[in-house]
């Protein structure tokens, strides 16, 4: 035992290098480096990953990590937890043949360049062969994985989400199905009447909405590295080093106040880990879920909150005294919580958002079933979307090719988007137990937020699942109606 | 020979890529890395630098060196050079007890911060037992490696310039001691009277400094990454990739404009690098002293030039405006170009400069020949910055406390920053038979200078010695006559 756990503690060390090294070339790619320097950048990338691939197949490691497995009732919860994972991500090397794996590899890391193409043609076909043979072997990849437990799409949902199956998501989507789509379809036809200034459709200077995110750094306690890309996104590394970036549009000032927000919410999972978790493998989040569950909840549950711009608002209006002139915190507050039926799911607003994702998560569950045919999809994502969200896509680039996630291999990860959502309903049910939430938000004193979250969830990284993060931060399993009643009363309320 | 050469290029390719890491990690914790970070950082550094040195060490890859290296009369000029400098790396792995040489790491590894406090608190004997143990140990380091040919302080002043020696360098310096002394004591005693208006001391805001600094790279045709850190640097990683820093302050903006155009003078020269060399050991320059070359031509030949501000000072004027109202191009020329005696080197203009790096030359010499002790250091230090500056500092803190380098080891450095500026007078005479430079400027065709360093010395990186390199560019060795007598055109001018 002793002999495998140091084994293990050493490979470690040297792994979370090369994470360290994978982590700040992405960073610097993302935010920085020229275009034209790719090409070298990718070589010395691959030859990084080799050196990485060739610690983690070493023999005595994989030993090292069954015999850990074996015995992982003795360790204690932490190691317990990280080598559960560990052995988990073994399950690809050791039971998909290599050959096939890495012709999958192959093939997922130039289907986003086809993709790209037919989304920028709007002609599926172009893309359908490929996608063909994405699912394909998704379809084997769950066979090789399948066990007594799992089979079929819940292992790919399991990746994303441990414990999450298509049990739990169907009722989860039933709900959202009987419950939020005719909700949904009263609220969108009452917004329909809503008129706002063009102002607030006018031109705000980036240096300002640059000012006012930093100010939101301050009121939200967020003091890592902001900067700027084309998609914003958080990058964290270890407690200590979590980075975000926006994007400013000067016609869209809104958009980079939200996203600035939701990445602060997944950067404070982060850098709110116990620092004890910084040198294992446990760094980060429990899941997709869980971690999108976070940003959600500072976007929406803080970011739109009336509570949080009746303290803030003042600020921004000061920021912007030629755009917002006239412009009272009442219609201000109903811009940025204004619902529409629309068709990108990016774009979506809080209360139609995860009718997109159902649509996805529906199609993916009869592609990898092989209940649907790829050529199918087109056609049943219309159907799905009229269904759901009440809007008929006329093109395709505006229906089935709008995202990248499939022909990057992931199917499996849509769910995960709204599940996120639920959970933070959920949350912030519990937490209002304890905390007058947006009491809390008026006097600025997020912090006290901040530290619930950090006592209840961060602080545990990964080394809990999300179905026991749920029981440790709210006292129950994940249910869905607390997500639905939030819905419910917050576009009851604006809805006047 | 086959086999050798197949081994020395697989290893290349792995260390170029553990050489890219460190160069990006060291670019963020410059320029981005929240302080916090550092500790976790630092440890991921370590980890990697042992995966690095154990495939330095290698002995097949040492081997291949070795053997390489004998028939290195067989191999194209390219690698010939590769080999040669990678034989010459070897030299203190084979030659210096493991032991002595880790030891001396550490120390210095801690020195800075020792340096740093002796520094703060203006008191030399804080510092002098550390210093002591370093000198003491590059004493017994040219004992290590010198040969027939090499010996002493030559050793130290060939790893930063080769094929410089002590006799070369003395009859530069005697060159300087002789020509230059007398010359700048008459020029700054001139300079005296120099009056210039308070609104050039005034406040320039960042922003607009960013601006103008932006508006240089165009001018430059320079187009990396620019961005900020406390003192400004350049660092590249391949022909496509190559960064500058500068620093803006407020109340003194020429500071900015010069260091970003000093930088660009690094940068141009490794981005001009033959692109064949950046999967080699050879991309970057042929050594400090030409690298500085570059800089200083571009900071000081084109942009201390009376014609680049005949061309864009209106831009300047126009940039600040208010700052700049009522100040003519003549009196900014001159402010520019104002020169005194001063006692920190890096304050230095272009005048003085190299007497301060006299002074340290001679130190050196002394010090490491064991003709001088380190308690003598302080006093030497005020003798030496009387004799050749003209000004006797009170303090050692702006004495012989100024400086890290000593701090980190680097004996033979600093000789090299006055060569530089050498090199570029006798280039610039050089390039004067073929392009009218100061025509090119002021029409904006800095490509043309650009150009004609690009095809004399950039692009040969560092496949050729500085020695052969001044041939090639200048058709003559090095002639420290050019630069006096450039520096004696340029001050008698402005003295009028």
Request: a neutral charge.
């Amino acid at each position: 035992m002793e002999r495998y756990l140091k084994i293990y503690r050493e490979k470690r060390r040297i792994l979370k290098a090369y994470e360290y090294f994978n982590w700040i070339v992405n960073w610097d790619q993302e935010t920085e480096a020229p275009d034209r320097s790719l090409p070298y950048r990718t070589k010395q990338v691959e030859t990084m990953t080799e050196e990485q691939y060739r610690h983690m197949a070493d023999p005595d490691y994989v030993e090292a990590i069954e015999r850990l497995y074996e015995r992982r009732d003795e360790l204690d919860v932490d190691l317990s937890a990280e080598i559960r994972k560990e052995y988990k991500d073994l399950r690809i090397i050791k039971r998909v043949p290599k050959d096939e794996y890495i012709a999958y590899r192959v093939l997922t890391s130039s289907a986003p360049k086809v993709w790209a193409e037919a989304k920028e043609k709007d002609d599926f076909s172009l893309f359908e062969p490929t996608l063909e043979r994405i699912v394909t072997f998704n379809r084997k990849l769950v066979k090789y994985l399948e066990t007594d437990e799992l089979k079929g799409y819940d292992i790919l949902l399991d990746f994303y989400e441990e414990g999450f199956s298509t049990e739990l998501y169907d009722t989860f989507f039933e709900h959202l199905r009987t419950e939020l789509v005719p909700f949904v379809r009263a609220v969108t036809d009452e917004h329909r009447k809503h008129r706002f200034s063009r102002k607030l459709k006018g031109v705000f200077p980036v240096e300002k909405q640059r000012e006012f995110a930093e100010y939101l750094k301050e009121v939200l306690h967020f003091s890592g590295v902001l900067k700027e890309s084309v998609h914003p996104f958080t990058s964290g590394v270890s407690s200590t080093d979590t980075r975000i970036t926006t994007h400013y549009d000067e016609t869209n000032f809104t958009s980079s106040i939200f996203s600035t927000i939701h990445e602060i919410g997944h950067a404070l999972y982060e850098t709110q880990n116990d620092p004890k978790y910084d040198d294992t493998f446990l760094h980060g989040g429990a899941s997709l879920g869980m971690h999108e569950s976070q940003s959600r909840f500072y976007e929406n549950v803080i970011g739109r909150s009336r509570a949080f711009w009746d303290t803030h608002y003042a600020r921004l209006a000061q920021t912007f005294p030629k755009q917002l002139k006239n412009i009272g915190l009442d219609e201000f507050y109903r811009f940025i919580n204004h619902t529409k039926r629309s068709l990108i799911r990016i774009e979506a607003d809080e209360l139609t958002y995860a009718l997109h994702v159902m649509v996805r998560y529906e199609l993916e569950k009869s592609l990898i079933d092989g209940r649907m045919k790829v050529a199918d999809l087109p056609k049943k994502w219309r159907t799905l979307m009229t269904r759901y969200v009440g809007k008929r896509p006329k093109t395709d680039r505006e229906g089935v090719l709008q995202d990248v996630h499939w022909s990057s291999g992931s199917f499996g990860y849509f769910p995960t988007y709204a599940l996120g959502s639920a959970y933070a309903a959920q949350i912030r049910f519990a937490m209002a137990k304890e905390l007058d939430i947006d009491q809390a938000i008026r006097e600025n004193r997020i912090k006290d937020i901040n530290d619930w979250l950090k006592e209840r969830i961060h602080r545990y990284a990964a080394a809990r699942t999300p179905r026991e993060l749920m029981r440790l931060s709210t006292g129950a399993d994940f249910d869905p109606r607390y997500y639905v009643d939030y819905l419910r009363d917050k576009f009851a309320l604006t809805q006047d």
